[in-house]
């Protein structure tokens, strides 16, 4: 499976540093292209992120039409329409903006983030999510991740009706359904792990992570002792240091820029 790594929305986090929306794009063989996340889309661009609602003033986005996947997509000599199938970490709109970009597309989120999103949502998660952003009707499959375990985690589902090698694992805590993604490239996986961690110093230890990101992921998390358990599980999978497995964010433009450069040697 090809893996593209795509910026789909530079950030300047206020007061803290420049972050990006860290989104894969999957070339498949039978199920056409495969996104996992969106980042911002172009309907964010044209209401000037009114779509992306009161969060746009602390997070800064940079609005930039070339940064959209729809924009990407087809500067990689693709159509739209190829994008088959998007598959979610969560529902927040640096995450799912891009999503009316594609009407087509089938989305793929966990049960739990569908609930707490769209069917019954919480008072804090009807601030927090904005319905404009899948108001264009997309086909969405909820997912509950109870198949076998991956990599020590035991809520895991390989997402085989879009293709091998895609894992959706659970990993509540940032929000209500919030998972991770498995990618095997045929060579490494690797693990998107979304919002579950936002800088690399949260796994090493070692590394400082900014003051303005710490305070970010505990006003945000749906459950701030989750998403401290889930550094404490990555940080150990990131000491283990296995050959064939990298753990990305989606935030932090080191790790994808690393990846990035990566994927062009290996070309």
Same mark, same amino acid.
């Given at each position: 499976?090809?893996?593209?790594?795509?910026?789909?929305?530079?950030?300047?986090?206020?007061?803290?540093?420049?972050?990006?929306?860290?989104?894969?794009?999957?070339?498949?063989?039978?199920?056409?292209?495969?996104?996992?996340?969106?980042?911002?889309?172009?309907?964010?661009?044209?209401?000037?992120?009114?779509?992306?609602?009161?969060?746009?003033?602390?997070?800064?986005?940079?609005?930039?039409?070339?940064?959209?996947?729809?924009?990407?997509?087809?500067?990689?000599?693709?159509?739209?329409?190829?994008?088959?199938?998007?598959?979610?970490?969560?529902?927040?709109?640096? =995450?799912? %903006?891009? $999503?009316?970009?594609?009407?087509?597309?089938?989305?793929?989120?966990? +049960?739990? @983030? #569908?609930?707490? /999103?769209?069917?019954?949502?919480?008072?804090?998660?009807?601030?927090?999510?904005?319905?404009?952003?899948?108001?264009?009707?997309?086909?969405?499959?909820?997912?509950?991740?109870?198949?076998?375990?991956?990599?020590?985690?035991?809520?895991?589902?390989?997402?085989?009706?879009?293709?091998?090698?895609?894992?959706?694992?659970?990993?509540?805590?940032?929000?209500?359904?919030?998972?991770?993604?498995?990618?095997?490239?045929?060579?490494?996986?690797?693990?998107?792990?979304?919002?579950?961690?936002? =800088?690399? %110093?949260? $796994?090493?230890?070692?590394?400082?992570?900014?003051v303005a990101l710490? +305070?970010? @992921? #505990?006003?945000? /998390?749906?459950?701030?002792?989750?998403?401290?358990?889930?550094?404490?599980?990555?940080?150990?999978?990131?000491?283990?240091?296995?050959?064939?497995l990298a753990i990305?964010?989606?935030?932090?433009?080191?790790?994808?820029?690393?990846?990035?450069?990566?994927?062009?040697?290996?070309?």
């Amino acid at each position: 499976m090809k893996v593209h790594h795509l910026n789909c929305g530079t950030m300047h986090l206020r007061g803290g540093p420049r972050l990006v929306c860290h989104v894969l794009l999957l070339e498949t063989d039978a199920q056409g292209l495969v996104l996992v996340d969106s980042g911002f889309g172009l309907m964010d661009i044209a209401t000037r992120g009114r779509r992306v609602g009161p969060a746009r003033h602390y997070i800064k986005p940079a609005l930039d039409p070339e940064e959209t996947a729809a924009r990407q997509v087809e500067r990689l000599g693709f159509q739209r329409a190829d994008v088959r199938h998007v598959v979610l970490t969560h529902f927040d709109a640096d =995450h799912i %903006g891009g $999503l009316a970009d594609f009407p087509h597309a089938t989305v793929h989120v966990t +049960a739990a @983030e #569908a609930h707490g /999103a769209i069917h019954a949502p919480s008072w804090r998660e009807r601030l927090r999510f904005r319905p404009a952003q899948w108001a264009h009707g997309p086909s969405v499959v909820e997912h509950s991740p109870d198949g076998e375990a991956w990599r020590g985690f035991a809520a895991a589902k390989e997402l085989d009706s879009i293709a091998p090698g895609i894992v959706l694992v659970a990993l509540p805590g940032h929000t209500r359904g919030h998972a991770c993604v498995a990618v095997d490239t045929g060579t490494r996986w690797i693990l998107h792990a979304g919002d579950a961690f936002y =800088h690399p %110093g949260t $796994l090493d230890g070692r590394t400082p992570v900014p003051v303005a990101l710490r +305070a970010m @992921e #505990a006003a945000v /998390a749906y459950d701030l002792k989750q998403v401290r358990a889930n550094h404490a599980r990555l940080g150990e999978l990131h000491r283990r240091a296995e050959p064939d497995l990298a753990i990305i964010c989606a935030h932090d433009p080191a790790l994808y820029e690393r990846m990035r450069e990566g994927s062009h040697r290996c070309r």
